[in-house]
């Protein structure tokens, strides 16, 4: 069964602090891994796909990163309008088109 | 495009009666899919359609719950009868299979709540 976990639950930076969310993932076959950003109230809105270890996408102070085992978003001199919630998704290559979940990351910077 | 739309955005109902959400997916898009959040188990995949067609229901909580799309346009999500575990945020997404993997595009959510 596929299983997907993000740490830290919940994170609280100032602005202009780096950091880092990690999304680890077991799976048979990986066909993509998903960054989503969720704000309250509101649907994911997709961020990211990245489909094999190695592999980096950027966009603004966002940057995603892949291993064979886990997958990192980096968070580069974060604004107060990053905060969000995070969600990391896997796409198995059995699984057809089904997308699993992880917990989420709770991202709040502060002014 | 106006994205995914759901209605209604809310809803607030009595234990036993029925429920129904709906789902307008992105034009051209030929996968749909129903979504359940709640705080203890977070995103949930419920079922999903590929060309109107239900391909995987297995995270259908029971058979209280039941899911149609009857053209590549339209989904509907019912419960009946509705009960209070049900309260929870639902999501429609929709994805288009023309690409290496579907990304899926959500809509606003429907947030339900059984009294």
């Known amino acids: 069964e596929d299983q997907v976990t993000q740490s830290p639950e919940a994170l609280r930076l100032q602005e202009g602090e780096s950091s880092s969310l990690n999304c680890s993932y077991t799976?048979?076959?990986?066909?993509?891994l998903f960054w989503y950003r969720q704000d309250p109230g509101k649907g994911p809105e997709f961020l990211f796909t990245?489909?094999?270890a190695g592999e980096e996408k950027e966009k603004e102070r966002l940057k995603a990163t892949l291993t064979k085992k886990e997958s990192f978003l980096h968070i580069t001199a974060p604004k107060p309008e990053d905060s969000a919630t995070y969600l990391c998704a896997v796409q198995e290559e059995t699984s057809g088109s089904r997308l699993t979940f992880g917990e989420g990351t709770q991202l709040t910077v502060n002014p | 495009d106006a994205g995914v739309i759901q209605s209604p955005r809310h809803e607030v109902t009595e234990m036993g009666q029925e429920v129904t959400l709906r789902c307008k997916p992105i034009?051209?898009?030929?996968?749909l899919f129903w979504y359940r959040q709640t705080m203890m188990r977070g995103l949930e995949l419920l079922i999903y359609?590929?060309?109107?067609?239900?391909?995987?229901d297995s995270g259908m909580p029971e058979d209280r719950f039941s899911a149609k799309m009857p053209n590549a346009s339209f989904s509907t999500l019912k419960i009946q009868p509705s009960e209070p575990r049900d309260s929870a945020v639902y999501f429609c997404?929709?994805?288009?299979?023309?690409?290496?993997?579907?990304?899926?595009?959500f809509g606003a959510g429907t947030r339900l709540s059984v009294l």
């Open positions: 359609f590929n060309n109107n067609v239900p391909i995987d």
């Open positions: 034009s051209g898009h030929d996968y």
């Open positions: 997404a929709s994805s288009f299979s023309g690409r290496r993997t579907n990304i899926q595009y």
């Open positions: 799976v048979s076959g990986l066909r993509g």
């Open positions: 990245l489909y094999s």
